[in-house]
């Protein structure tokens, strides 16, 4: 069926791209768009029409006059209607008014202008509020603010309007498929790499924790594993690898491409240990990806510079940014310049949920140079560090967890988690290292 969609003469580039996402990239179906004297978005199908109130962009005829602090809303509605996927839906830009006639449905939530605020991040551009690590804090971002970052309310967006599709007569079916996305950033690649560090943890040991029997332990297995007899803590490439595959897995690990000596670097990406390891995760079909240095966020030389390091032949197409730092838009930019195809630094510092608003993987946008660009974003929605901070139950740890995977497979979305290779094997974590095969055992 052929779909007709009129869009008014202003912010011609931020409404086709916001229009593509949705259309295309969320429902799966084909349209022809038409620039026109209207103040709504017009969609037209046979003798069907639904019209989107156009809120939003509609203010801000001169090009990027949206992007300011004064423009996120500082209250939120949340309204209910028979489209409405959940209980009720966040309304960032609109009002909760809905017609309904024989073949025409009026709505009054901006759905387009709503889920441009969440996919393109341009909050974060616009708030100078940044942590030291110049990030945009958690609680400064609109959904944390008021209560729906656990919620992938761009999806609900999309799946209300499929809904008035479908009342109008035209099914559109979720080409989507449900997939567990797993993992891992390699902050550490080993804890005992040096003397000074068993001396370290064995300060620990009796200092902190008080345990001569673990002091001892500790000691004893720095040598053992210095002889290759056992494993060191951290080396948990292999046990998460069987897991996954048990579970007809992928996981994918993420190494940082620095040198010891500089800034945050805790190994060699060059070294032996490393590089070899790189090549048996690939021989098992597991995935090797880039942990973008700290330093390296808004760098495009720097950037450049490490993927270098890599082993010529492993082709690297997929990252996330050390400490999850991103700076809108250099960041994208700088990744879809390098070649990066698929990215997975959005998602909350001290949260869980959907940062993005979806879990789709998504086009992204430059909203200086009014682009789309080539690399998608692939949000993370799990993080264990930032999930245990939140819940440090390890019962509700997991049923916070078992509410995000529902939510994604209700919307046949990716559902992404973190975990980190050395949050394993040591006293802080060791309770949790069942809950993450549980995890794995339920994806």
Known sequence: MQINIRIPHNNIPERK?????????????????????????????????????????????EELAYLKKENIPEKIIFAKNKFTPEADIPVIYGNVDIEIEQNLIRCGIDIFASSFFMLTRWEEYVLSDKDRHGRTPDEA???????????PVVN?????????????????ENKHKYTPVITHDIDFFARYYKLPKVIKALGGDILKRKNLKKAIHTYKSYFQIKKG?????YDTFDYLMNLSEKSDLKSRFYFIPAMRGEEDAQYN????????????????GHIVGVHGTYRS???????????????KEIKITESRQHFLRFSNPETWQMLNDAGIKTDSTGGFINNVGFRSGTCYEYSVFNILTRQKLVLKERPLIFMEQAARKKYPDKELFFSKFAVLKNSVKKYEGNFVILWHNNNFNIDEWEDFKKIYERIIRTL
């Open 156 to 172: 609900e967006y999309a799946e209300m309007l499929q809904r008035m599709f479908a009342y109008l007569g035209f099914k559109i």
């Open 229 to 233: 007899k056992i494993k060191d803590p």
């Open 17 to 61: 791209y916001i229009i593509d996402v949705l259309l295309s990239g969320f429902l799966g179906t084909g349209y022809e768009l038409k620039v026109s004297d209207t103040d709504i978005y017009e969609i037209s199908f046979a003798d069907k029409i639904i019209e989107i109130k156009d809120v939003f962009f509609n203010q801000f005829p």
């Open 269 to 284: 990406i060059t070294d032996d240990a490393a590089t070899s390891k790189m090549r048996s995760i690939l021989k098992r």
């Open 297 to 311: 966020y808004k760098n495009k030389e720097l950037f450049q510079e490490e993927l270098q390091r890599f082993p």
């Open 141 to 151: 971002q609109l959904s944390v603010k008021h209560n729906f970052n656990e919620r």
